[in-house]
């Protein structure tokens, strides 16, 4: 499988309820100064790290005044990273600030101090959908259609608000959708997070040409290096419908090009005799090469 960009900049083993790409990683000196940021969100007492990446560090921290959550701040040092990821950087800041919505993750502050990007969010203490993906796949056992349409209504709400305020998320995938509450996928909520590769789109043009997100996610237009839009956001939440029941990808590569060609050329192998002709109809309509063919995701919300 091709490795998960990292929220903090690199492709790293993911930690249980860290935020993708982000591995485990030792607690700072006892000595450790506080900084500007530590003035305003405390780190928890234990001061641990939750996880690390190439370009910073996620670590629990104290919200004065706010509801009874466990918070995380996404600590991104600037200067070590490109123009163009910085530019991607500030983006999911100004982008997580402004969404409020039941199944995104919520964001509480988002500063720029001493050259670091920080993101004060919701902890997410179930981890996210791929770890749940790969221990039911471990398991050999499949989910409850059920379970598959109560995650899916979730995502697709949080796409569609997404869409309705302009912004493409561009990198819809499991490793991107945490959970919230029991570890069941029966009792708890998913939220859509991880902006770092979204776009906002200002004027009556809804769509771009740039090459982002994850080749095993990638839509066929995107494929093709053609413009995109809304549409390509709705192919991805396709992929994650049809994993969610096979429990793996419809076009399984080893390697961006080979995933292009089977994404752009070949039809996904059929979903599970045990899964309902509704079900695997609507996995179908989303999968559709052609973007004209795909429903909106307001009409795909009335599917279940």
Known sequence: ATPSRSAAGGPARQAR?????????????????????????????????LGRGSYGVVFPVVVQGAPKRRYVAKEIRLASASAARQREMLLEGELLRSLSHPNIVGCIDALLLDSSLYIVMEFASGGDLAQKIRAQ?????????RTVMRVFVQVAAA???????KILHRDIKPANLFVFGPSSLDASVVKLGDFGLGKM??????????????PLYFSPEVCKGKPYGRKSDVWSLGVVLYELVSLSVPFPAKSVIAAAVMICRSDPAA??????????????????????????????????
Do not use: W
Not at 17 to 38: C, D, I, T
Not at 137 to 145: A, C, H, S, Y
């Open 17 to 49: 309820g860290a935020m993708p790409g982000l591995v485990r990683g030792a607690p700072p000196p006892a000595n450790h100064a506080r900084s500007p940021f530590e003035e305003r969100y405390p780190r928890t007492p234990r001061r641990s790290i």
């Open 137 to 145: 796949r471990e398991l050999d056992e499949r989910l409850p259609e």
């Open 159 to 165: 796409l569609g608000y997404v869409h309705a305020r």
């Open 201 to 214: 789109f200002d004027g009556s043009t809804f769509e771009t040409q740039t090459v982002v997100g994850s």
């Open 271 to 304: 979903l599970p005799a045990e899964y309902s002709c509704k079900l695997k109809d609507l996995a179908g309509r989303l999968l559709q090469k052609d973007p004209r063919a795909r429903p909106a995701i307001a009409t795909a919300l009335q599917e279940p």
